[in-house]
């Protein structure tokens, strides 16, 4: 066994998939056991926060693949959480001599104006993202070699909850109007999960490119309006009306349910254009986007399927 995958959300999902279809024994550990059937993946229940656990887990891996989620979109709960279990993952993989791959989000990267590169300063110091910074921060001071794969908002087969997952994709086929966060018609950069795996996975495999920060490769930005009316051709029928939600009423809920509040907290990606640079991780990667028009079509033949 060489090959470890943490996770099974949609790119632990998505990633697990594509090494096997390449061939490669992949163990996919989660809490349930859960995850993709497929003749070569494994999969074990595992606790990735326990050492014990990991250093069993771990035997005989290279690469492991840390897709693993908190228990909640709190800060609170990432605080709590994920240090600790990131901290076990580095040191059950260098025990063994493996890399360890993340998917990375956008939120170090705080409050932004133009498009975001590899160099951008990543010193976010409020909530959910200080929380990805200390993270970071962690991974750069471990002897254990490490890769960062940030992506934007999410997209694609296997995308449940995230704004262009279930909620944007049903409306879209149920041709009810979609309310969405901040502004409808600022340009929003979207990555395509699988374009995020194929990253991850050739990164691991490229020794000159371990100990670095990449951004997956991400297709032009579009509007969240634009985007739903990519989906609406994909799916051969009219884009519905598309409203942006008040970032008032947002604050106004927040102020007495948490899970709005978290929400809200990063309604600055979606109230101005937030455009994600990836032209210099490509070319070191070697790989491109996946372009919209296709990546929209694979989604809404993903989600009929999951209907039908």
């Known amino acids: 066994m060489s090959t470890i995958v943490i996770g099974a959300g949609p790119v632990g999902t998505t990633i697990a998939l594509q090494l096997a279809g390449a061939g490669r024994p992949v163990r996919l550990l989660t809490r349930s056991g859960s995850g993709p059937a497929h003749p070569r993946i494994e999969r074990m229940r595992a606790d990735a926060s326990d050492p014990a656990a990991l250093a069993e887990a771990f035997a005989g891996a290279t690469v492991v693949f840390d897709c693993m989620h908190a228990s909640a979109y709190r800060s609170d ?15 059950a993989a260098g025990g063994v001599g493996a890399v360890v791959v993340f998917p990375e989000s956008l939120y170090a990267y705080g409050h932004v104006t133009g498009p975001i590169t590899e160099e951008s300063p990543r010193t976010a110091g409020f909530g959910k993202p200080a929380v990805r910074v200390e993270l970071l921060a962690a991974r750069a001071a471990s002897p254990t070699p490490t890769i960062s794969v940030a992506a934007s908002d999410f997209y694609g087969p296997a995308v449940r909850t995230a704004h262009a997952g279930e909620r944007m994709v049903a409306a879209v086929l149920a041709g009810r109007t979609l309310h969405v966060l901040g502004d409808p018609d600022a340009a929003h950069s979207w990555t395509y999960v699988p374009d995020l795996a194929a990253a991850m996975i050739r990164a691991a495999d490229d020794r000159s490119l371990w100990d670095s920060f990449l951004h997956a490769p991400t297709a032009p930005a579009v509007s969240q309006r634009e985007l739903v009316a990519r989906y609406a051709a994909a799916a051969g029928v009219a884009a519905p009306k598309v409203a942006g939600l008040p970032s008032w009423a947002l604050r106004a809920v927040g102020a007495v349910h948490r899970d ?8 600055y990606q979606f109230r ?37």
């Open 77 to 91: 709960v990432w605080a709590a959480e994920l240090p600790r279990a990131e901290r076990a993952v580095l040191e």
């Open 260 to 267: 709005t509040r978290e929400m809200a907290e990063m309604l």
């Open 272 to 308: 101005a254009p937030f455009v994600l640079d990836s032209s210099a991780s490509e070319a070191r990667l070697g790989l491109a986007p996946t372009p919209l028009a296709d990546g929209a079509r694979a989604t809404v033949e993903w989600w009929r399927e999951q209907v039908s």
